[in-house]
């Protein structure tokens, strides 16, 4: 079986401070990992996704998350936050042999002027 | 836009009536995901089906849901006789193929409210 844990269901910043969004998953085998965004009344959106190869994985809107095995995490991160980067994020895994996608339940990022 | 198209994005029935909810998914895509969204619980996967086939309706409540992916035309989720505690958001997703790597891409939603 696989899950998600999101650590914080609300994340609050200054605009221009870093952004650290926390995602620990549980697989028995090799995970696939993903974020999403979610702006509000709207689907999800991809940012980033680790698959194999290199553990540091750069996403759209300047998002990066590394994925570390040893801590079983996968946390996402910004240098900067913009005001809009407020959003829904979400944290999925999947693994090989499993087409679904178990999802996290989400962190709400707050981004103060 | 090629995108995953939802219908309709929002939905009103009064209890005890039906809800169907529409998804094309993305062009080339044969793979169909249903989830459900509740305030504060994530999103909640309902049933993956292919073409013509379920292939994992785990998630989907016992009674009164059904889904659909015909051959021809849109995924259906369906609904019946619907309770309060249905309201919520329901999102569609679609892939390529069966393949865990994949990438799902969402629909804009399905916004349920029963009254």
């Known amino acids: 079986a696989q899950s998600v844990t999101q650590l914080g269901s609300h994340v609050s910043v200054s605009e221009g401070a870093l952004v650290l969004l926390r995602c620990n998953y549980s697989?028995?085998?090799?995970?696939?990992l993903f974020w999403y965004v979610q702006y509000p009344n709207q689907g999800l959106q991809l940012l980033l996704k680790?698959?194999?190869?290199?553990?540091l994985v750069k996403g759209i809107n300047g998002f990066e998350a590394e994925f570390k095995k040893s801590e079983t995490s996968f946390h996402l991160t910004k240098p900067s936050a913009h005001m809009s980067d407020a959003a829904e994020y979400f944290c999925?895994?999947?693994?090989?042999?499993?087409?679904?996608?178990?999802f996290g339940r989400g962190t709400s990022l707050i981004v103060h002027p | 836009n090629a995108g995953v198209m939802q219908n309709p994005r929002h939905l009103v029935r009064r209890r005890g009536q039906e809800a169907r909810l529409r998804c094309s998914p993305m062009?080339?895509?044969?793979?169909v995901y249903w989830y459900r969204q509740l305030p504060e619980e994530g999103l909640k996967f309902m049933v993956y089906?292919?073409?013509?086939?379920?292939?994992?309706e785990s998630g989907m409540p016992k009674e009164r849901f059904s889904a659909e992916f015909p051959k021809e035309g849109p995924s259906i989720l369906r609904i019946q006789q619907v309770v309060r505690g249905d309201s919520a958001a329901y999102f569609c997703?679609?892939?390529?193929?069966?393949?865990?790597?994949?990438?799902?891409?969402f629909g804009e939603g399905s916004w349920l409210t029963v009254v």
């Open positions: 089906l292919q073409k013509e086939n379920i292939i994992d």
């Open positions: 680790y698959t194999t190869g290199a553990t």
């Open positions: 697989s028995s085998v090799p995970p696939y």
């Open positions: 062009k080339g895509h044969s793979h």
């Open positions: 997703a679609s892939s390529p193929q069966g393949d865990s790597g994949n990438t799902i891409y």
């Open positions: 999925a895994v999947s693994t090989s042999g499993s087409y679904i996608p178990t």
